[in-house]
């Protein structure tokens, strides 16, 4: 059974920089493609930044305009999104999600297994 757990979330100043994590247990970590989603109050979740289970592809969501990077420790089984120039429109719970296919996915629903989330918050 896959778990994932997330960490790092906080209050940071606008224009600042975060780096959350999402440590994964309880599967093959290398053979899981990984994403990052958010959710801000009254929005449905959304689609931020997808990495394959090599490491080797990544995609973004558009809003993020080069300003954070997804990235993967296949000997932590970790994820990690680096979030830079954060605005009050990046405001949101954070979850990673991990799906068995392997490869890049940017759909809710392509995704098998969900953390609980981090709350990121721009303190403007």
């Known amino acids: 059974h896959v778990q994932l757990v997330e960490s790092g979330g906080g209050l940071v100043q606008p224009g600042g920089s975060l780096t959350i994590s999402c440590v994964v247990s309880?599967?093959?970590?290398?053979?899981?493609?990984l994403g990052w989603f958010r959710q801000a109050p009254g929005k449905e979740r959304e689609f931020v930044a997808a990495?394959?289970?090599?490491?080797?592809?990544?995609t973004y969501a558009n809003f993020v305009k080069a300003r954070f990077i997804i990235s993967r420790d296949n000997a932590k089984n970790m994820i990690y999104l680096q979030m830079n120039g954060l605005n009050p429109e990046d405001t949101a719970v954070y979850y990673c999600?991990?799906?068995?296919?392997?490869?890049?996915?940017?759909?809710?629903?392509?995704?098998?297994?969900w953390g609980q989330g981090t709350q990121v918050t721009d303190s403007s």
């Open positions: 999600a991990a799906q068995d296919r392997g490869s890049v996915a940017i759909e809710t629903s392509e995704y098998d297994y």
């Open positions: 309880g599967g093959a970590f290398n053979s899981l493609g």
């Open positions: 990495i394959s289970s090599s490491g080797l592809t990544t």
